[in-house]
């Protein structure tokens, strides 16, 4: 009888009972949402583009997303903006690389990885004749979703649409047709939206609108990729900063690593009298006398231990050069970013993308029929009927 010996141990039965799996494996099981949360939501390997002209638009893009961040994407016209966002989006074929759109194969998989983007471009592209609510409840019915009235009912009064509603988008101001293509591109329920120059040509107040709603987006688990010449927008919303230029990504960071190792602080320090010029034992030091020779500018790295203005100001008091002000200023984003796109890429050799790192006007070349078909090796619509006749 098992009474008569006294409870059976179940560390006998069962010899690792006490130990827990972690301890048996040596290995942290991730719960499935982290882990989700941990994989990019956009992976980019070795992209390339050629055009037909022989223009090389991208060289072997290599990026990540994160998944729920806001991503900007810098550079000037004709840096392949336009391109990288398009094969991401399914409207250019790429000639070499590997897309993946949260999970799913742009090429293999092409309605899944679509069904998962919005875009929102530069230009309205609908019927100018139809109302807002008929084109935005068309273009979710694009992606075979069911009919989902509540939904973008509550889509449009969050884009300050929902009295425009029955409007024909002829009447619309340039402000109301930006936010109906936003909300056309979020019909659907995408976990992905990209936002080529959203705030081109809007007014102050719409664009502080704007702002907001990407922020809001973000934080429903929208990623957001950026593409702005506003570079205010990016230091103002981005979590992390991409710089793409002659179609190579200069650099991908972290928005505030990016400024504290590429950007620079400068100590100005306003002089009780003009100096003629810097004493020679201070010629060493990283100080500019400035044109009206009132003040000293000595630029430091906050990166470094010691960033030297404690001995510098010792050796003015030493000179007999007085001071009656000072003030500090550190380098804006739109200084790094000029600093990049101009050649400076020594600077940015120690942030170039690497396995674990981190669009629409300007390249100049509009895609043909055979690019934005999802499956170039098939024929175009209709060829299958010429080639018929024709046998």
């Known amino acids: 009888m098992a009474s008569a010996r006294g409870p059976r141990r179940l560390d006998r039965i069962f010899p690792h009972s006490g130990q827990s799996r972690r301890a048996r494996s040596g290995r942290i099981r991730v719960p499935l949402t982290a882990r989700s949360r941990m994989q990019p939501i956009i992976s980019i390997e070795q992209l390339g583009k050629t055009y037909a002209s022989g223009f090389q638009a991208l060289k072997s893009i290599d ?3 994160r998944r729920g961040e806001i991503f900007a994407l810098l550079g000037p016209n004709g840096a392949g903006k336009t391109t990288l966002i398009s094969i991401v989006c399914g409207i250019v074929n790429a000639s070499s690389g590997r897309v993946t759109a949260d999970g799913h194969d742009i090429v293999r998989d092409y309605r899944a990885a679509r069904a998962k983007i919005g875009l929102v471009p530069q230009e309205l592209s609908t019927d100018a004749f139809e109302s807002v609510w008929a084109t935005v409840r068309f273009s979710r019915g694009l992606y075979g979703k069911p009919r989902n009235d509540a939904y973008l009912e509550k889509l449009l009064r969050d884009l300050s649409l929902w009295d425009k509603r029955d409007s024909k988008i002829l009447a619309l101001s340039g402000g109301m047709k930006r936010r109906v293509l936003i909300a056309k591109a979020l019909s659907h329920e995408p976990s992905i939206l990209f936002l080529d120059e959203p705030t081109a040509g809007v007014d102050v107040e719409l664009r502080h609108d704007m702002w907001q709603m990407v922020r809001d987006l973000r934080g429903r688990g929208v990623t957001v990729i950026l ?41 100005t320090l306003t002089l009780q009298a003009p100096l003629e010029r810097v004493p020679a034992e201070l010629s060493g030091l990283p100080l500019e006398l400035s044109e009206d020779r009132q003040s000293l500018v000595y630029t430091f790295d906050t990166q470094t231990d010691e960033t030297g203005i404690a001995a510098l100001l010792r050796q003015l008091g030493a000179h007999g050069i007085d001071f009656k002000d000072l003030h500090s200023s550190e380098s804006s984003l739109e200084e790094i970013f000029v600093s990049l796109v101009h050649g400076s890429r020594a600077d940015a050799s120690a942030l170039k993308p690497s396995p674990s790192r981190g669009g629409l006007g300007g390249d100049g070349f509009p895609p043909s029929p055979i690019e934005t078909h999802p499956h170039p090796r098939l024929p175009l619509e209709g060829e299958g009927d010429k080639q018929g006749s024709q046998q």
Request: hydrophobic share 40%; glycine share 6%.
């Open 227 to 267: 593409t702005t010449h506003y570079i205010e927008e990016a230091e103002d919303m981005a979590d992390r900063i991409g710089v793409i230029n002659k179609g190579e990504l200069v650099v991908v960071e972290d928005k505030d690593v990016l400024m504290r190792k590429l950007g620079k602080k400068q100590l």
């Open 63 to 65: 990026l990540e997303i």
